[in-house]
């Protein structure tokens, strides 16, 4: 059975996540940094898109002492595995979360992936290998599954959010709305990707709860009938 998986995603009022640089922004504040982490300590695995790694060099770590100690009183390491989904293998073996905090990593790549680039980060990762020129985003899950991974938290960037959207993949989308405008037609959103071109394909969402969060507003939707191929 393939995980069941939660996109969490911080956007802006205009409805921006980064600059048109893309570089990392403080749109939540600590109060939703608490919530990302007792979520994230909750699923099996944490999975980001190259992209991500390559302009914030995250370590996907929990954070919290308490998010930790109640992962090992559970049976499980203190942070979840670690997915990198990165079809040409651009990652470099001394990203932060191939090094900080123990457990396990996962690196996606395509079949294009450079063959001296993955034996290099064998020596850190476990490597999945799946699809021609991109990584196939529904085998990959199948695999994940395989491997009793059955929760996991997406937490970006926007192609590979869109590509599990599209892919029917997504079960739940937090997306928190921070009191900022970033603006620029370049800036990222939080699904990229080629889009949807009609209407009758849009996906849909059902709206399970609506909370404030210091001076932005958390919205938690399920996706409505996704094409979920279990």
Not at 54 to 68: A, I, M, N, Q
């Amino acid at each position: 059975m393939r995980p069941y998986v939660i996109v969490n995603v911080a956007m802006s009022a205009d409805g921006k996540i980064s600059t048109r640089e893309r570089r990392q922004v403080r749109i939540s504040g600590e109060q939703d940094f608490t919530r990302v982490d007792r979520l994230k300590a909750g699923c099996d695995a944490v999975m980001v898109g190259i992209g991500t790694v390559l302009s914030d060099d995250p370590s996907l770590t929990v954070k919290s002492e308490e998010c930790r100690s109640y992962r090992r009183k559970h049976g499980h390491s203190d942070h979840p595995v670690r997915i990198i989904v990165d079809s040409s293998a651009r990652i470099s073996p001394e990203a932060a979360v191939l090094n900080k905090g123990e457990g396990k990593r996962i690196v996606a790549v395509s079949g294009r992936a450079d063959g001296e680039k993955i034996a290099l980060l064998e020596k850190k990762a476990q490597i999945i290998i799946t699809g021609k020129d991109e990584v196939d985003l529904p085998l990959l899950m199948d695999e994940l599954g395989a491997m009793d991974i059955c929760h996991i938290m997406v937490e970006g960037g926007g192609t590979l959010i869109a590509g599990l959207i599209k892919a029917g993949l997504v079960h739940e989308i937090y997306t928190y709305i921070g009191n900022v405008i970033i603006g620029g037609r370049e800036a990222p959103t939080f699904a990229e990707g080629e889009g949807f071109v009609s209407e009758p394909s849009f996906p849909r969402l059902s709206l399970l709860e609506s909370s404030r969060i210091g001076d932005g507003i958390l919205l938690h939707w399920e996706v409505k009938d996704p094409d979920l191929k279990q």
